[in-house]
């Protein structure tokens, strides 16, 4: 495509964060392309599960209980649950440049 038309998007920190360029590098490398869209969800979400499921056994409460004391600096951003184990994540507008970097939008 010569032209690509322009594209508007709203992103998390997963494609505009530090921790979230060496996820996207590390893959690149192990795997020969680049991660899909879902990727860094999917690897922090096994995080967040191995995190709750090790303060349920400490503490000696359920994994739904848990959830709401789960922190996490991922590579999607920072998340945390609240006491219905809602995430409330940093969300973006940003402009997907010819050149395929990002640009936020005020």
């Not at 060496?22 to 995190?51: M, S």
């Amino acid at each position: 495509m010569t032209n690509p038309p322009e594209v508007y998007m709203a992103s998390t920190d997963f494609y505009l964060g530090k921790k979230a360029d060496e996820f996207k590098n590390k893959f690149e490398t192990k795997y020969g392309t680049k991660p899909p869209y879902l990727a860094g969800y999917i690897y922090d979400t096994v995080y967040i599960i191995a995190r709750a499921a090790k303060i349920a056994d400490k503490e000696g409460i359920s994994l739904k209980e848990a959830l709401k004391k789960v922190k996490l600096d991922g590579v999607s951003g920072f998340l945390e649950f609240d006491e219905d184990r809602e995430t409330h994540t940093k969300w973006y507008f940003v402009k997907l440049n010819k050149d395929g970097s990002l640009q936020i939008l005020e």
